[in-house]
C-alpha cells in the first residue's frame, strides 16, 4: 500500500485532496507519482516469484499509479480498500457482482441510472438473481419488502436524471439488520461532499468519469469498501481481471487535485442558473435537492455537504419540438452524455422509459443541464435567449 502523505482526517477536504496519496518512496522529489506502463514485473529470482514476496507482482494487479489513485481515494472516503475500473458502470457491475450470488435478490431504487437497470434486467438476470425496484421515497419502508432472499440494497442519491433523494442511514440501518450489503452510487455528490461509508453505505461507488476527471476526456470508475467487504471486493475485481490504463490513471489523480474548487465553483453556478430558472413561467419545477422547496431538501441539507452542477428542469405543458428546438438551440450548452467536465450540457430525457415502481408524472418534458465552469451570467442569458425565440416562433 502507498503511505498516504495525508494521514490527517482532522483536516479540511480540500487540504486533504491536495496530500492524499502521495508517497514520496515512488514519486521521489517530484510531486506526482511515475505514470508506469507495465505488463510484465520482474523478479530477482525463482523462489521471490513462488513466494510473491514482492511489492509488484504483474501490471494488472497493481502498479505505483493505481496504488497512487486507490490509497487517494480510501484516504477521503475512509475505506478500508478501493479499486479501480475501467469505466463508471463498470465500478457498478463489478461492486453488484462482489455481493450477489445466483439466487439471491437485489432492491434497486427506481431512479437509478439507466445502464445499471439495463446490467440488473439482462445479466443479473441470467444469472438466477431477480431485482425489485423500489420508490426512491421508501425510507424505512424498505424493511416491508426486503425478504429472505434480499443480499442487496443498491442506492443512487440524488437519481442522475429525477434527483430524488433516500434517506441513506435509515435504509442502510435496516438493510444490515437484515443481513443486506449496501451499495451506493455517489457519483453526483462525489466523496468531496459526502462520504457514504459514514453513513452506512459498505460500498461507495463512484464514476470518475464525471467529476474526478473533470475533463470529459475519460472513463474510469471507482468502488471504495468498508472492512467487512473489502475482501469481496478485491478477490470480485482480481478474478474478473480488472485493471485501467495508467494515463486514465493518471487522468484521475490529475482531476482529484482540482476537484474541490470545480465542484464548489460549480455547485455556486449550477444554483444561480437554478434560481433563475426557477422564477422562469416557462418552467414548471426545476429538480434540484439543494434549493429549499425540493422535497428532497431536508434529506439533502442533513447528508450532503455540498452539490455539483447538475440538476433537471421540467417545461411546463411544452411539446416535444419546441423542447427539442429549445435545446438543439443553445449556444454555449452542448448536447451529449456524460457530466461532470468544465463544459455546459443539456439534454433532452424520458424519465417514463426508466420506472417500473412508481410512474413517472410531470407537467412536460425534462431537460437536464449540466453547468461547467462558464460564467453563470453568460449561461443564463443563453438559456433566456432560448426561451425568447421559442416564444417568438
Ligand atoms: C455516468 C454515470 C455512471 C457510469 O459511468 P461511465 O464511466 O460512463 O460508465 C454511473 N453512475 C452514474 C450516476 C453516472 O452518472
Not at 62 to 78: F, R, V
Not at 116 to 129: E, N, P, Q, Y
Request: a negative charge; proline letters at 6%; aromatic letters at 6%.
Amino acid at each position: 500500500m502507498v503511505k498516504s502523505d495525508d494521514g490527517r482526517p482532522d483536516r479540511k477536504p480540500s487540504t486533504r485532496l491536495v496530500r492524499v496519496g502521495r508517497d514520496e518512496a515512488l514519486t521521489g522529489p517530484f510531486v506526482n507519482p511515475p505514470v508506469v506502463h507495465a505488463s510484465t514485473v520482474l523478479f530477482p529470482d525463482t523462489d521471490t516469484m513462488l513466494s510473491r514476496r514482492q511489492r509488484y507482482l504483474y501490471g494488472r494487479r497493481g502498479t505505483p499509479t493505481s496504488e497512487a489513485l486507490e490509497t487517494a481515494i480510501s484516504d477521503i472516503e475512509g475505506a478500508s480498500g478501493t479499486v479501480i475500473c475501467p469505466s463508471g458502470l463498470n465500478a457498478v457491475s463489478t461492486a453488484l457482482l462482489s455481493a450477489l450470488s445466483a439466487g439471491d435478490e437485489v432492491l434497486i431504487v427506481d431512479c437509478v441510472y439507466g445502464p445499471v437497470r439495463h446490467f440488473a434486467d439482462t445479466v443479473l438476470k441470467r444469472m438466477g438473481i431477480d431485482t425489485v425496484y423500489f420508490d426512491p421515497a421508501i425510507g424505512t419502508g424498505i424493511a416491508d419488502i426486503i425478504s429472505e432472499r434480499t443480499a442487496a440494497v443498491y442506492l443512487e442519491a440524488p437519481g442522475s436524471l429525477t434527483f430524488e433523494m433516500q434517506d441513506v442511514p435509515a435504509i442502510a440501518g435496516i438493510a444490515h439488520d437484515r443481513g443486506a450489503t449496501v451499495l451506493f452510487d455517489n457519483t453526483w455528490a462525489t466523496p468531496f461532499f459526502f462520504k457514504p461509508l459514514a453513513a452506512g453505505v459498505d460500498l461507495s461507488i463512484q464514476a470518475g468519469t464525471k467529476y474526478l476527471g473533470g475533463h470529459s476526456d475519460v472513463n474510469l470508475g471507482l468502488v471504495a469498501a468498508n472492512e467487512r467487504h473489502w475482501p469481496a471486493l478485491k478477490e470480485a475485481h482480481g478474478t474478473m481481471g480488472l485493471c485501467a490504463g495508467p494515463d486514465d490513471i493518471y487522468l484521475g489523480l490529475r482531476g482529484l487535485r482540482t476537484m474541490g474548487v470545480r465542484l464548489e465553483r460549480q455547485m455556486q453556478s449550477a444554483l444561480t442558473v437554478a434560481g433563475w430558472l426557477q422564477d422562469r413561467p416557462e418552467v414548471a419545477r426545476v429538480l434540484h435537492p439543494a434549493l429549499p422547496d425540493d422535497p428532497g431538501h431536508a434529506l439533502w441539507k442533513r447528508d450532503m455537504g455540498g452539490a455539483c452542477g447538475l440538476f433537471s428542469i421540467i417545461l411546463d405543458g411544452w411539446s416535444l419540438d419546441d423542447t427539442k428546438s429549445l435545446v438543439d438551440g443553445l449556444d454555449l450548452f452542448g448536447i451529449g452524455a456524460s457530466w461532470g467536465g468544465f463544459e455546459s450540457l443539456a439534454i433532452l430525457a424520458d424519465p417514463r422509459k426508466q420506472r417500473t415502481a412508481v410512474p413517472w408524472a410531470a407537467e412536460g418534458p425534462l431537460v437536464r443541464l449540466h453547468i461547467g465552469l462558464e460564467d453563470p451570467g453568460d449561461l443564463i442569458a443563453d438559456l433566456k435567449a432560448g426561451f425568447d425565440r421559442i416564444a417568438a416562433a
